[in-house]
């Protein structure tokens, strides 16, 4: 594997970890999220870095297959740019919806390293 996707993949997963540790131990509960602005502002960050280097690996080599890939960098453009407009209810959706597939993709195409 390219030593850059390698690395960008390596963020992803950092910043999905991340996001996990703000629950360590907690129950995930919406109305917590929507009432604790340090957590939501630290999940968009994470975000955006997810999005910023699945972002990289899509241009570095279009033919990468991860799932969802435009989707994210969409999310994370929206973030950045239209922050005005995300909801809680997407960003929650995402946390509990989607980073947990992601996670187990990422972690699953780290582990078959150099097998493409």
């Known amino acids: 594997m390219d030593i850059e996707i390698k690395t960008w993949l390596y963020d992803v997963l950092q910043s999905i970890n991340e996001i996990e540790s703000y629950y360590d131990g907690k129950q995930k509960l ?24 699945v972002n990289r690996i899509s241009k570095k080599n279009p033919d990468f297959k991860l799932n969802n890939a435009d989707k994210i960098v969409g999310t994370r453009n929206r973030i950045i740019h239209g922050y005005d407009k995300i909801s809680d209810e997407l960003i929650w959706s995402i946390v509990i919806n989607h980073i947990p597939k992601l996670k187990e993709e ?6 078959e390293g150099d097998c493409f």
């Open 30 to 53: 919406f109305e917590e999220y929507v009432a604790d602005i340090k957590t939501k502002r630290a999940i968009e960050r994470d975000l955006e870095i997810i999005g910023e280097a």
């Open 106 to 111: 990422v972690s699953l195409l780290l582990s």
